[in-house]
């Protein structure tokens, strides 16, 4: 519920002081004290006996006086123990990605791991029995692991105040506690790890004197949905009633009777309430706080409950609610905090909402329906004698207009949100007067112009985040400097130029996070400090990509010893890492190490124990050396450089099973793949394409049941597939191409069901194509078996992949005709059907346009059949002109025979078509004018005839090569007219493929020369050293001597 939690009204806070006091005024009394009763300290030792305290947070219960114990409570005047309190202090952490709350305040958690260090746990005793004046029982943030309430507490009849809140209790609530009617706190708020469930809240009737009720995360499993609801309006005291998440189904439109007179918080958040808002709520008139966030409402917001005077915090937030905001806050002028983000709200703000002089928090966030400008609300804003706006968050709604020059007028703001809207201009001067804001969020919303200087007079500003500005084009100003509170700058994806210098840290002090990634690798930004610069802050988070930092590696980051995260990506480093930044690294908790795509050099560390990193890329660099072995890294990304060797035989043995993810190409490795990689059993991804390796796939991958990517390309490995690979069961992508594996692909690949790609082009494979392929394995988005040795007929099983969208089998053995069902590939029928074989580093070369290109990234956008260089017959399916979304079809150097299908003018995203060398016959189909994307097309060397097709994008192909080898066809690009046509000159483009077929010419008689001059060059060379050796004897007696040695 966001700012809930600090705006509780007076009136509670009140009620629970007087609870507090009470109990206060029993232990306490004139500093007199009595020594505690002997039957109730062995009651307490007892239940001391049956708890477990590893932390040892009642060793204080020791000798005969109780009351002195640590945690006990007496009455100083009858000495009777009334208080309990082993409540157990949470302990709070930072999480390791800095976030900050709507007041600028760093984001605590719960540490439980080491709040557990300090808990309690074991059996509660039913000697606590015995203490027959206990009103107080806390034994919150314990550690019960998953034990049941004792139904005895129940019957202690005194207790007034009840926490058993996040203690890991388990099990279903004993209605016992309803015998507690002087009960008038009870906090049973569960962790949701352990499941701590309800049956019925009936027992609740015998609480009369309840005013404090949090049953949050306690799982409701009455029959009827709605049977919660009754017993708590039956509460006459009852003041605040706290049930979120309790997967609560159904809330009731009416009530028949309510003694909700006293109510001050209604919280039911984060459950499944699925109806409009009740009518019943407006009853509740003396309600301050309604939290209906996190559930299914429906309906517009309705306008009673702005007539709910009282009311201080309403949160309807996340829910599906639409409709406008209703224009009457007149009544509701005590309205401190609203939130209605992530609904179905829309239209204007209400201008009456600027009247509300007392609101803190306004949550408009995530209601992308909420439009218009917004200038004369904040301007009425700004009028308020007393404006008391701390929040605004208007991020991701429709808001547009200028950035109003009025803002600067809310003095009281503490967090402002206007990013993803439709706001656009120069950010106005008077931000500067804003001296109580701490954070500033304006991304993405069209900034222009430089940033005003007045931001150096935001003197509490903690958070500044500016990123995804394209239209800033300006330079950073050096005002930033006297942001001494700054703790994040976040600056990426904007248009900045010009130089970052020292100036613009001048009296930043508390920095924690830089960030500054642009979009252009051509670094319009300069980060220009002296080597000997010694900043003031100690950064948790630096991120720079694309700006000018070197060539010199920073010298500056050996005073940065909180680094978690360090990016500086393409930032112009030529430098060697210094051994200080490896220790560095070796020191810290680094999670995140990314150096890649400089011109680093040099060699790294052998062997490196990182503390707990999460990512460590040094891709696309100049490194140099043996092949690094560093551990406690779960993603390792050397790829692109210069390493050279064999991998290490202990790899698996150093590196541990804790990589996950494992990429070593386009380096200079060699050798065979060791076994002990296997050991690696929680490897998701293993890269080591383009290198030297040579030898056998080992047999050793049974155990690597969460491999998902295995990329082997490029190598000079050689062998039969391995049968263990069948047993990588999570296996996503298999690229074994452009080796020298030989034999039939293995049965057990068909266990391998979640193959998406199996890429095994360029290699030595024989036999024929399995079954298996479009059988067991029936998710292939790509497969590539290009330039093998496969015998036999395509099986039609591959008609059964959906989403298959790239099929090469071109340059094998194959026979038989085209399966005739090749049209119901449903991938490349129609274009909703979405694969996940973009983005997944996959890289493949596929024949197109004539020439072989490379895809990565993009891979999952081609759609190609090359069926090219088989012995391939019969006809060409009809079927295949419904693969409209097809971009390359080759068929080319096969047998087949009969037309070319009629509508092959569907095709309308074709952009290669060749049939080349084939006996084919017929007219070309005149619908082949309507491929207006094609820009590549090869019929020659057929049997066809007629006339050829003319049309504008034909046009613009009139090479006369494509149509060689069919002497029955006639017209242009063709010399020869068709019968009753007067001759025509060919067209000027004609000339212009001339001059191509020229400079083609050219070019093969240069290539001519160059074969001529290696000739030549070998024959120089070789007389040269023969020639030597003839006429020189002592060099000819050496060279000979040599060889008989060996």
Known sequence: MGGVAVSITSINQFLLLLLLGYLYLETTVAGLSVRCIEGERQALIEFKAGLTDTSGRLSSWIGDDCCTWRGVGCNNVTGHVIKLDLRNLPVLINDSVLEFDMYGNEETYIDWEATNKYSLGGKISSSLLKLKHLNYLDLSFNNFQGTHIPEFIGS????????????????TIPTHLGNLSRLQYLDLHSLGYYDLTINNLQWLFGLSSLRYLDMSFVRFTAKSSSDWIKPVTMLPSLSELHMSSCQLSNIPSSLPSSNFTSLLVLELSYNNLNSSIPPWIFNISSLAVLDLSSNNLNGPIPPWLFNISSLTVLDLSSNNLNGIIPDIFANTSSLQNLDISATGIGGRIPRTLGILCK???????????INGEITEFVNILSMCNSNSLEALNLWRTGVSGLNPSSIGNLSSLIYLHLSSTHLSGPIPASIGNLTSLRSLYLFEIQITGPIPMSIGRLSSLRVLVLSYNNQMDASIPESIGELSELVVLRLSESSWRGVISENHFKNVKSLKVLDI????????????????????FRLEELSMSNIQMGPKFPSWLATQNDLSTLILRNVGISDTIPNSFWNLCARQRLSNLELSQNQIRGRVPNTLEFFSADVVDLSFNQIEGAFPLWSNVSYLYLGKNLFTGQIPQNIGEVLRSGVTSLDFSGNFLNGSIPSSICELRSLRSLTLSNNSLWGELPACWKDMKGLRFLDFGNNNLSGKIPQSIGSLSSLLFLILSNNFFRGELPSSLQKCTKLVSLDLGKNNFSGIIPTWIGESVSNLNIINLRSNFFTGKISSQVCNLPMLHLLDLSHNNLSGSIPQCLGNLSALTSSGIENITSGNGEHMTVVTKGRELQYSNTLGLVKSIDLSNNHLSGKIPDGITRLVELGTLNLSMNHLIGKIPEKIGDLRNLET??????????????????????????LSYNNLSGKIPSSNQLQTISDASIYTGNSGLCGLPLANNCPGEDKIPPPAHAKVDRKNEDEEDGEGMDMLWFYIGIIMGFIVGYLGVWGILFFKKSWRIAYFRFWSCE
């Open 156 to 171: 202690l009849e005194n207790l007034r105040y009840l926490n058993l809140s996040l203690a890991s209790f388990s099990g």
């Open 359 to 369: 609101l803190k928090r306004l949550d408009l966030s995530e209601c992308n329906n």
């Open 517 to 536: 990634q642009l979009e252009t690798p051509n670094k319009p930004l300069v980060f220009e400090v002296s080597r000997d610069w010694v900043p003031n």
């Open 913 to 938: 078509f060749d049939l080349s060398v084939n006996q084919l016959s017929g007219h070309i189909p005149p619908s082949i004018s309507s491929l207006t994307f094609l820009s590549h097309l090869n």
